[in-house]
Protein backbone atom coordinates (compact mmCIF):
# COMPACT_ATOMS: atom_id res chain seq x y z
CA UNK A 1 0.00 0.00 0.00
CA UNK A 2 1.66 2.93 -1.22
CA UNK A 3 2.14 6.12 1.94
CA UNK A 4 2.34 9.32 0.95
CA UNK A 5 5.71 11.27 2.47
CA UNK A 6 5.39 14.88 3.34
CA UNK A 7 7.83 16.31 0.48
CA UNK A 8 10.51 18.99 0.81
CA UNK A 9 8.31 22.50 -0.88
CA UNK A 10 10.43 24.85 -0.24
CA UNK A 11 14.16 25.29 -0.33
CA UNK A 12 15.46 23.06 3.11
CA UNK A 13 12.11 22.43 4.41
CA UNK A 14 12.40 20.43 7.80
CA UNK A 15 8.72 20.20 8.70
CA UNK A 16 5.44 21.52 7.92
CA UNK A 17 1.93 21.86 9.78
CA UNK A 18 -1.40 19.65 8.57
CA UNK A 19 -3.34 22.89 8.03
CA UNK A 20 -6.37 20.98 6.55
CA UNK A 21 -6.97 17.62 5.11
CA UNK A 22 -9.11 17.78 1.20
CA UNK A 23 -10.24 14.41 1.59
CA UNK A 24 -11.07 11.71 4.13
CA UNK A 25 -10.83 8.16 4.29
CA UNK A 26 -13.09 6.09 1.70
CA UNK A 27 -12.52 9.14 -1.08
CA UNK A 28 -11.71 8.02 -4.56
CA UNK A 29 -8.22 10.33 -5.65
CA UNK A 30 -6.25 10.78 -9.41
CA UNK A 31 -2.93 11.48 -9.55
CA UNK A 32 -2.29 15.31 -9.07
CA UNK A 33 -5.68 15.53 -7.16
CA UNK A 34 -5.11 18.12 -4.21
CA UNK A 35 -4.91 15.93 -0.81
CA UNK A 36 -3.91 18.29 2.18
CA UNK A 37 -3.04 21.63 2.68
CA UNK A 38 0.36 22.62 4.73
CA UNK A 39 1.80 25.50 6.08
CA UNK A 40 5.46 25.79 6.17
CA UNK A 41 7.78 28.64 7.67
CA UNK A 42 6.87 30.68 4.58
CA UNK A 43 3.88 29.93 2.85
CA UNK A 44 0.23 27.91 2.66
CA UNK A 45 1.23 24.96 -0.35
CA UNK A 46 -1.44 22.33 -1.16
CA UNK A 47 0.13 18.98 -2.00
CA UNK A 48 -1.15 17.10 -5.01
CA UNK A 49 -1.73 13.17 -4.75
CA UNK A 50 1.39 11.24 -6.50
CA UNK A 51 -0.74 8.21 -6.45
CA UNK A 52 -4.19 7.25 -7.84
CA UNK A 53 -6.39 5.33 -5.60
CA UNK A 54 -8.89 5.21 -2.53
CA UNK A 55 -7.17 6.96 0.78
CA UNK A 56 -7.19 4.20 3.56
CA UNK A 57 -5.58 6.06 6.30
CA UNK A 58 -4.84 10.13 7.29
CA UNK A 59 -1.77 9.06 8.79
CA UNK A 60 -1.49 12.86 10.44
CA UNK A 61 -4.32 15.10 11.81
CA UNK A 62 -4.77 18.57 11.60
CA UNK A 63 -2.56 20.95 13.31
CA UNK A 64 0.31 18.50 14.57
CA UNK A 65 3.41 19.36 12.70
CA UNK A 66 5.70 16.86 11.36
CA UNK A 67 9.44 15.93 9.54
CA UNK A 68 9.88 15.86 5.81
CA UNK A 69 9.46 12.24 4.96
CA UNK A 70 7.00 11.43 7.41
CA UNK A 71 4.16 9.51 5.98
CA UNK A 72 1.05 11.60 6.16
CA UNK A 73 -1.60 9.22 3.47
CA UNK A 74 -2.27 6.36 2.99
CA UNK A 75 -3.58 5.61 -0.94
CA UNK A 76 -4.71 1.82 -1.45
CA UNK A 77 -7.61 -0.36 -3.21
CA UNK A 78 -11.06 1.08 -2.89
CA UNK A 79 -12.35 -1.88 -1.31
CA UNK A 80 -9.54 -1.29 1.38
CA UNK A 81 -10.59 2.38 1.90
CA UNK A 82 -14.28 1.41 2.20
CA UNK A 83 -13.26 -0.91 4.81
CA UNK A 84 -11.14 1.83 6.66
CA UNK A 85 -13.48 4.45 6.43
CA UNK A 86 -16.62 1.74 8.31
CA UNK A 87 -16.73 3.45 11.44
CA UNK A 88 -16.37 0.94 14.45
CA UNK A 89 -19.44 0.51 16.94
CA UNK A 90 -20.05 3.58 18.80
CA UNK A 91 -17.68 5.62 16.60
CA UNK A 92 -19.04 8.60 15.09
CA UNK A 93 -19.01 9.14 11.32
CA UNK A 94 -16.01 11.65 10.21
CA UNK A 95 -12.36 12.40 9.26
CA UNK A 96 -10.20 9.41 10.97
CA UNK A 97 -6.10 9.14 11.61
CA UNK A 98 -4.23 6.36 11.94
CA UNK A 99 -0.91 6.10 13.84
CA UNK A 100 1.90 5.05 11.78
CA UNK A 101 2.90 1.90 12.52
CA UNK A 102 6.10 -0.23 11.98
CA UNK A 103 4.05 -2.01 9.11
CA UNK A 104 3.22 1.82 7.51
CA UNK A 105 7.15 2.97 7.18
CA UNK A 106 9.17 2.82 4.37
CA UNK A 107 12.28 1.53 3.36
CA UNK A 108 13.56 5.06 1.55
CA UNK A 109 16.27 3.06 -0.33
CA UNK A 110 13.31 0.46 -2.00
CA UNK A 111 11.41 2.28 -4.74
CA UNK A 112 8.63 -0.97 -4.57
CA UNK A 113 8.53 0.09 -0.44
CA UNK A 114 6.46 2.76 -1.11
CA UNK A 115 3.77 0.54 -3.09
CA UNK A 116 4.83 1.32 -6.55
CA UNK A 117 7.79 0.39 -9.05
CA UNK A 118 9.76 1.75 -11.58
CA UNK A 119 8.46 5.09 -12.53
CA UNK A 120 6.98 5.78 -10.00
CA UNK A 121 7.71 9.65 -8.24
CA UNK A 122 8.81 8.51 -4.44
CA UNK A 123 7.83 11.86 -3.09
CA UNK A 124 9.43 12.44 0.41
CA UNK A 125 12.70 10.47 -0.58
CA UNK A 126 16.09 11.66 0.08
CA UNK A 127 17.27 13.85 -2.37
CA UNK A 128 20.19 11.55 -2.85
CA UNK A 129 18.44 8.80 -3.13
CA UNK A 130 16.33 9.37 -6.29
CA UNK A 131 17.02 7.85 -9.09
CA UNK A 132 17.65 9.05 -12.31
CA UNK A 133 13.92 8.70 -13.79
CA UNK A 134 13.39 10.24 -16.88
CA UNK A 135 9.83 10.65 -18.77
CA UNK A 136 9.06 11.61 -22.67
CA UNK A 137 8.14 15.49 -22.77
CA UNK A 138 6.95 17.53 -25.32
CA UNK A 139 8.70 20.83 -23.89
CA UNK A 140 9.84 22.58 -20.48
CA UNK A 141 8.56 25.28 -18.95
CA UNK A 142 11.95 27.02 -17.43
CA UNK A 143 11.11 28.97 -14.55
CA UNK A 144 13.16 32.48 -13.86
CA UNK A 145 15.04 31.48 -10.73
CA UNK A 146 16.29 28.49 -9.52
CA UNK A 147 14.48 28.73 -6.33
CA UNK A 148 11.14 28.65 -8.28
CA UNK A 149 12.72 25.84 -10.62
CA UNK A 150 12.88 23.77 -6.97
CA UNK A 151 9.63 24.76 -5.96
CA UNK A 152 8.00 23.99 -9.01
CA UNK A 153 9.57 20.48 -9.43
CA UNK A 154 8.81 19.45 -5.85
CA UNK A 155 5.17 20.40 -5.96
CA UNK A 156 4.08 20.12 -9.13
CA UNK A 157 6.43 18.60 -11.92
CA UNK A 158 7.44 15.83 -9.25
CA UNK A 159 3.73 14.77 -8.88
CA UNK A 160 3.60 12.99 -12.09
CA UNK A 161 3.40 9.57 -13.31
CA UNK A 162 6.52 8.02 -13.85
CA UNK A 163 8.16 11.61 -13.18
CA UNK A 164 11.45 12.28 -11.50
CA UNK A 165 12.56 15.10 -9.11
CA UNK A 166 15.45 15.19 -10.90
CA UNK A 167 13.78 16.16 -13.98
CA UNK A 168 13.30 19.58 -15.87
CA UNK A 169 10.24 21.02 -14.50
CA UNK A 170 7.69 20.49 -17.40
CA UNK A 171 4.63 22.74 -18.48
CA UNK A 172 1.48 21.48 -15.95
CA UNK A 173 -0.92 20.59 -18.78
CA UNK A 174 2.18 18.13 -20.03
CA UNK A 175 0.00 14.41 -20.03
CA UNK A 176 2.38 11.47 -18.06
CA UNK A 177 2.73 8.51 -20.69
CA UNK A 178 -0.04 6.03 -19.85
CA UNK A 179 -0.68 2.03 -20.07
CA UNK A 180 -4.15 2.57 -21.76
CA UNK A 181 -5.70 5.60 -23.22
CA UNK A 182 -6.30 8.47 -20.64
CA UNK A 183 -9.44 10.43 -20.58
CA UNK A 184 -9.61 13.85 -22.28
CA UNK A 185 -8.42 16.03 -20.26
CA UNK A 186 -10.64 19.44 -18.67
CA UNK A 187 -10.70 22.01 -21.26
CA UNK A 188 -8.88 24.06 -18.42
CA UNK A 189 -6.03 21.25 -18.26
CA UNK A 190 -5.13 22.34 -22.15
CA UNK A 191 -4.56 25.89 -21.78
CA UNK A 192 -0.70 26.32 -21.76
CA UNK A 193 0.42 27.91 -18.63
CA UNK A 194 3.21 27.52 -16.22
CA UNK A 195 2.38 26.02 -12.71
CA UNK A 196 2.65 29.31 -10.75
CA UNK A 197 0.08 31.32 -13.21
CA UNK A 198 -2.11 28.56 -12.98
CA UNK A 199 -1.84 28.90 -8.69
CA UNK A 200 -2.23 32.81 -9.24
CA UNK A 201 -5.07 31.93 -11.60
CA UNK A 202 -6.73 29.90 -9.04
CA UNK A 203 -6.00 32.73 -6.00
CA UNK A 204 -7.74 34.67 -8.07
CA UNK A 205 -10.40 33.19 -9.59
CA UNK A 206 -9.66 33.74 -12.93
CA UNK A 207 -10.62 31.29 -15.68
CA UNK A 208 -7.88 30.24 -17.94
CA UNK A 209 -9.68 29.70 -20.94
CA UNK A 210 -10.87 33.03 -21.02
CA UNK A 211 -7.38 34.66 -20.48
CA UNK A 212 -5.42 36.46 -23.80
CA UNK A 213 -2.50 33.99 -24.45
CA UNK A 214 0.19 36.58 -24.94
CA UNK A 215 3.00 34.45 -24.19
CA UNK A 216 5.71 32.31 -26.69
CA UNK A 217 3.08 29.29 -28.76
CA UNK A 218 -0.05 30.76 -26.72
CA UNK A 219 1.00 30.60 -23.35
CA UNK A 220 -1.03 32.34 -20.60
CA UNK A 221 1.59 34.47 -18.69
CA UNK A 222 1.37 36.31 -15.31
CA UNK A 223 0.17 39.39 -16.61
CA UNK A 224 -2.73 38.05 -18.85
CA UNK A 225 -4.17 36.74 -15.44
CA UNK A 226 -3.69 40.12 -13.43
CA UNK A 227 -5.21 41.70 -16.82
CA UNK A 228 -8.20 39.11 -16.69
CA UNK A 229 -8.42 39.91 -13.33
CA UNK A 230 -8.91 43.27 -13.21
CA UNK A 231 -10.73 43.15 -16.31
CA UNK A 232 -13.43 41.60 -14.41
CA UNK A 233 -12.72 43.84 -11.34
CA UNK A 234 -10.20 46.56 -10.85
CA UNK A 235 -9.64 46.74 -7.81
CA UNK A 236 -9.62 42.91 -6.71
CA UNK A 237 -6.38 42.12 -7.61
CA UNK A 238 -4.83 45.03 -6.91
CA UNK A 239 -5.93 46.71 -3.48
CA UNK A 240 -2.94 47.49 -1.64
CA UNK A 241 -5.34 47.69 1.44
CA UNK A 242 -3.46 45.50 4.32
CA UNK A 243 -5.07 42.14 5.29
CA UNK A 244 -5.85 41.97 9.39
CA UNK A 245 -4.15 39.29 11.34
CA UNK A 246 -6.80 37.61 13.13
CA UNK A 247 -6.18 37.06 16.47
CA UNK A 248 -7.62 33.55 18.61
CA UNK A 249 -11.11 34.38 19.91
CA UNK A 250 -11.14 34.84 23.55
CA UNK A 251 -12.60 33.08 26.34
CA UNK A 252 -14.71 35.11 28.81
CA UNK A 253 -13.28 35.36 32.00
CA UNK A 254 -9.41 34.06 30.76
CA UNK A 255 -6.71 36.46 31.80
CA UNK A 256 -4.21 34.90 28.91
CA UNK A 257 -3.97 33.47 25.57
CA UNK A 258 -0.91 31.65 24.45
CA UNK A 259 -0.42 30.92 20.71
CA UNK A 260 2.11 28.29 19.64
CA UNK A 261 5.37 30.28 17.50
CA UNK A 262 5.03 28.11 14.17
CA UNK A 263 5.05 28.83 10.37
CA UNK A 264 5.60 32.38 9.34
CA UNK A 265 5.97 33.98 13.01
CA UNK A 266 9.03 31.73 13.81
CA UNK A 267 10.48 32.04 10.58
CA UNK A 268 9.74 35.98 10.58
CA UNK A 269 11.29 35.49 14.44
CA UNK A 270 14.35 33.81 13.65
CA UNK A 271 14.62 35.97 10.87
CA UNK A 272 14.56 39.65 12.04
CA UNK A 273 17.06 38.09 15.52
CA UNK A 274 19.38 37.16 12.90
CA UNK A 275 19.65 40.25 11.71
CA UNK A 276 19.37 42.34 14.59
CA UNK A 277 22.16 40.38 16.03
CA UNK A 278 24.54 40.01 13.20
CA UNK A 279 24.05 43.50 10.86
CA UNK A 280 25.13 46.66 12.54
CA UNK A 281 22.00 48.73 11.72
CA UNK A 282 22.09 52.07 11.03
CA UNK A 283 18.92 54.58 10.15
CA UNK A 284 18.60 58.27 9.01
CA UNK A 285 15.55 60.15 8.53
CA UNK A 286 14.55 62.68 5.60
CA UNK A 287 11.25 63.98 5.56
CA UNK A 288 10.23 65.51 2.10
CA UNK A 289 7.44 67.32 0.48
CA UNK A 290 5.95 64.47 -1.90
CA UNK A 291 2.71 66.99 -3.04
CA UNK A 292 4.66 66.74 -6.92
CA UNK A 293 4.56 62.83 -6.39
CA UNK A 294 0.91 62.86 -5.22
CA UNK A 295 -0.69 64.96 -7.94
CA UNK A 296 1.64 63.16 -10.43
CA UNK A 297 -0.26 59.70 -9.36
CA UNK A 298 -3.37 61.93 -10.00
CA UNK A 299 -2.54 61.91 -13.34
CA UNK A 300 -0.97 58.35 -14.26
CA UNK A 301 -4.58 57.41 -12.94
CA UNK A 302 -6.63 59.11 -15.78
CA UNK A 303 -3.54 57.83 -18.46
CA UNK A 304 -4.84 55.18 -20.74
CA UNK A 305 -2.08 53.01 -20.59
CA UNK A 306 -2.57 52.81 -16.64
CA UNK A 307 -6.13 52.87 -16.29
CA UNK A 308 -6.77 49.11 -15.76
CA UNK A 309 -3.98 49.17 -13.09
CA UNK A 310 -3.50 50.13 -9.56
CA UNK A 311 -1.34 52.90 -9.48
CA UNK A 312 -0.48 54.63 -5.77
CA UNK A 313 2.68 56.45 -4.25
CA UNK A 314 4.27 53.46 -3.67
CA UNK A 315 4.59 53.20 -7.14
CA UNK A 316 6.16 55.84 -7.46
CA UNK A 317 8.18 55.05 -4.55
CA UNK A 318 9.15 51.90 -5.97
CA UNK A 319 10.45 53.60 -9.35
CA UNK A 320 12.30 55.84 -7.10
CA UNK A 321 14.47 53.16 -5.12
CA UNK A 322 15.34 50.99 -8.33
CA UNK A 323 16.84 54.62 -10.25
CA UNK A 324 18.44 55.77 -7.29
CA UNK A 325 20.55 52.30 -6.97
CA UNK A 326 22.47 53.31 -10.45
CA UNK A 327 23.99 55.82 -8.06
CA UNK A 328 24.55 54.23 -5.14
CA UNK A 329 24.81 50.37 -6.17
CA UNK A 330 25.95 48.98 -2.47
CA UNK A 331 22.54 49.60 -1.00
CA UNK A 332 21.77 46.05 -3.71
CA UNK A 333 24.51 43.87 -1.98
CA UNK A 334 25.17 42.03 0.58
CA UNK A 335 27.99 41.26 2.86
CA UNK A 336 28.94 37.64 2.69
CA UNK A 337 30.64 37.01 5.99
CA UNK A 338 31.54 33.20 4.92
CA UNK A 339 33.48 34.03 1.76
CA UNK A 340 34.85 37.26 2.80
CA UNK A 341 33.38 39.53 0.40
CA UNK A 342 30.71 41.93 -0.73
CA UNK A 343 28.77 40.69 -3.23
CA UNK A 344 27.04 43.75 -5.58
CA UNK A 345 24.12 42.64 -7.27
CA UNK A 346 23.37 43.82 -10.96
CA UNK A 347 19.62 43.15 -10.94
CA UNK A 348 17.17 44.10 -8.28
CA UNK A 349 14.63 41.72 -6.84
CA UNK A 350 12.54 44.31 -5.00
CA UNK A 351 10.88 43.09 -1.74
CA UNK A 352 7.39 44.58 -0.54
CA UNK A 353 6.69 44.09 3.23
CA UNK A 354 2.76 42.65 3.60
CA UNK A 355 0.85 42.31 6.42
CA UNK A 356 -1.03 39.02 6.13
CA UNK A 357 -3.35 37.03 8.42
CA UNK A 358 -0.56 34.32 9.14
CA UNK A 359 1.99 37.03 9.50
CA UNK A 360 4.25 39.42 7.86
CA UNK A 361 5.84 38.00 4.67
CA UNK A 362 8.17 39.43 1.68
CA UNK A 363 7.57 38.65 -1.43
CA UNK A 364 9.70 40.43 -4.25
CA UNK A 365 9.54 41.48 -7.62
CA UNK A 366 12.20 40.05 -9.60
CA UNK A 367 14.12 42.08 -12.18
CA UNK A 368 12.44 45.50 -11.39
CA UNK A 369 15.29 47.25 -13.15
CA UNK A 370 14.23 45.77 -16.24
CA UNK A 371 10.12 46.45 -16.05
CA UNK A 372 7.91 49.44 -17.39
CA UNK A 373 6.29 51.45 -15.06
CA UNK A 374 3.20 49.62 -15.94
CA UNK A 375 4.87 45.68 -15.56
CA UNK A 376 6.08 47.26 -12.18
CA UNK A 377 2.65 48.20 -11.20
CA UNK A 378 1.00 44.99 -12.61
CA UNK A 379 3.44 43.16 -10.55
CA UNK A 380 2.95 45.17 -7.21
CA UNK A 381 -0.93 44.02 -7.74
CA UNK A 382 0.07 40.75 -8.55
CA UNK A 383 2.16 40.93 -5.64
CA UNK A 384 -0.26 42.51 -2.88
CA UNK A 385 -3.10 40.25 -4.04
CA UNK A 386 -1.39 36.62 -3.50
CA UNK A 387 -0.09 37.95 -0.08
CA UNK A 388 -3.22 38.70 1.06
CA UNK A 389 -5.03 35.97 0.19
CA UNK A 390 -2.01 33.99 2.58
CA UNK A 391 -0.92 32.27 -0.80
CA UNK A 392 2.73 33.58 -1.40
CA UNK A 393 4.92 30.87 -2.08
CA UNK A 394 8.55 30.16 -1.49
CA UNK A 395 9.65 30.87 -4.51
CA UNK A 396 8.38 34.16 -4.47
CA UNK A 397 10.36 35.28 -0.91
CA UNK A 398 13.27 34.09 -1.98
CA UNK A 399 16.37 36.13 -3.59
CA UNK A 400 15.38 39.40 -2.43
CA UNK A 401 18.05 42.47 -3.07
CA UNK A 402 16.14 45.56 -1.35
CA UNK A 403 13.01 45.65 0.73
CA UNK A 404 10.17 48.96 0.92
CA UNK A 405 8.11 48.31 3.92
CA UNK A 406 5.08 50.89 4.08
CA UNK A 407 4.03 51.65 7.61
CA UNK A 408 1.74 54.53 6.00
CA UNK A 409 -0.76 52.27 5.01
CA UNK A 410 -1.39 51.95 9.12
CA UNK A 411 -1.08 55.88 9.47
CA UNK A 412 2.21 55.98 11.25
CA UNK A 413 5.17 58.40 10.22
CA UNK A 414 7.84 56.19 10.30
CA UNK A 415 10.44 53.72 12.39
CA UNK A 416 13.69 52.07 12.03
CA UNK A 417 13.00 48.87 10.25
CA UNK A 418 15.30 45.71 10.12
CA UNK A 419 17.15 44.74 7.88
CA UNK A 420 16.05 41.08 5.67
CA UNK A 421 18.57 38.35 6.07
CA UNK A 422 20.73 38.60 2.71
CA UNK A 423 20.18 42.30 1.80
CA UNK A 424 22.23 45.33 3.22
CA UNK A 425 19.21 47.82 3.22
CA UNK A 426 15.32 48.60 3.48
CA UNK A 427 13.71 51.56 2.87
CA UNK A 428 10.23 52.09 5.20
CA UNK A 429 7.88 54.80 4.07
CA UNK A 430 5.14 56.57 6.25
CA UNK A 431 2.25 57.97 5.96
CA UNK A 432 1.73 60.87 3.68
CA UNK A 433 -0.38 63.83 4.96
CA UNK A 434 -1.07 67.43 4.74
CA UNK A 435 1.37 69.83 6.73
CA UNK A 436 2.65 73.40 7.14
CA UNK A 437 5.29 73.43 4.61
CA UNK A 438 7.87 76.46 4.31
CA UNK A 439 7.75 77.47 0.86
CA UNK A 440 11.68 77.96 -0.40
CA UNK A 441 10.28 80.41 -3.14
CA UNK A 442 8.43 83.06 -0.99
CA UNK A 443 8.84 81.62 2.46
CA UNK A 444 5.48 81.05 3.19
CA UNK A 445 3.90 78.76 5.13
CA UNK A 446 1.86 76.60 2.86
CA UNK A 447 -0.27 73.30 3.58
CA UNK A 448 1.78 70.74 1.42
CA UNK A 449 1.78 66.73 1.46
CA UNK A 450 4.66 65.51 3.49
CA UNK A 451 6.03 62.08 4.52
CA UNK A 452 8.74 60.54 6.11
CA UNK A 453 11.09 58.25 4.77
CA UNK A 454 14.06 55.85 6.61
CA UNK A 455 17.06 53.94 5.62
CA UNK A 456 18.03 50.89 7.23
CA UNK A 457 21.62 50.04 5.99
CA UNK A 458 24.64 47.52 6.83
CA UNK A 459 26.81 50.07 7.92
CA UNK A 460 29.68 47.16 7.46
CA UNK A 461 29.91 48.41 3.64
CA UNK A 462 27.72 50.93 3.52
CA UNK A 463 28.85 54.30 4.52
CA UNK A 464 27.32 57.10 5.90
CA UNK A 465 28.16 58.87 2.44
CA UNK A 466 26.67 56.18 0.44
CA UNK A 467 23.43 55.74 2.92
CA UNK A 468 22.87 59.25 2.92
CA UNK A 469 23.26 59.50 -1.14
CA UNK A 470 20.76 56.88 -1.62
CA UNK A 471 17.89 58.21 0.85
CA UNK A 472 18.56 62.17 -0.78
CA UNK A 473 18.54 60.61 -4.16
CA UNK A 474 14.99 58.89 -3.28
CA UNK A 475 13.87 61.89 -1.73
CA UNK A 476 14.52 64.30 -4.55
CA UNK A 477 12.87 61.99 -7.11
CA UNK A 478 9.83 61.61 -5.00
CA UNK A 479 9.90 65.71 -4.36
CA UNK A 480 10.35 66.42 -7.80
CA UNK A 481 9.61 62.94 -10.41
CA UNK A 482 10.75 64.63 -13.16
CA UNK A 483 14.53 64.95 -11.79
CA UNK A 484 14.14 60.84 -12.57
CA UNK A 485 15.38 61.83 -15.91
CA UNK A 486 18.67 63.10 -14.30
CA UNK A 487 19.22 59.26 -13.41
Not at 134 to 147: C, D, L, N, Y
Not at 248 to 272: D, F
Request: aromatic share 4%; glycine share 10%; net charge negative.
Amino acid sequence: MPHYLLPDVGEGLIEAEIVSWKVKVGDVVDINDVVVEIETAKSLVELPSPYAGAVTALLVPEGETVAVGTPIIAIGEPDAAAASAAPAPGEQPGASYATPTPEMEIDLSNPAASGGGEGESLVGRNKADRGPLRRPRKGSASPSTESAAATQMQVQGAFAPGGAQSDPVVEADEPAVPATPAPPLPVDERVLAKPPVRKLAKDLGVDLTACAASGPDGTVTREDVVAASQAGSPSAASAAVPAQVQSPARVPGERETREPIKGVRKMMGAAMVQSAFTIPHVTEWVTVDVTRTVELVERLKGHRELRDVRVSPLLVVARAVVLAMRRTPEVNSYWDDAAGEVVLKHYVNLGIAAATPRGLVVPNVKDAQDLTLRELAEALGALTATAREGRTQPAEMSGGTFTITNVGVFGVDAGTPIINPGESAILCVGAIGKRPWVDEGTGEIVARDVTTLALSFDHRHIDGEKGSRFLADVASILADPASALLF
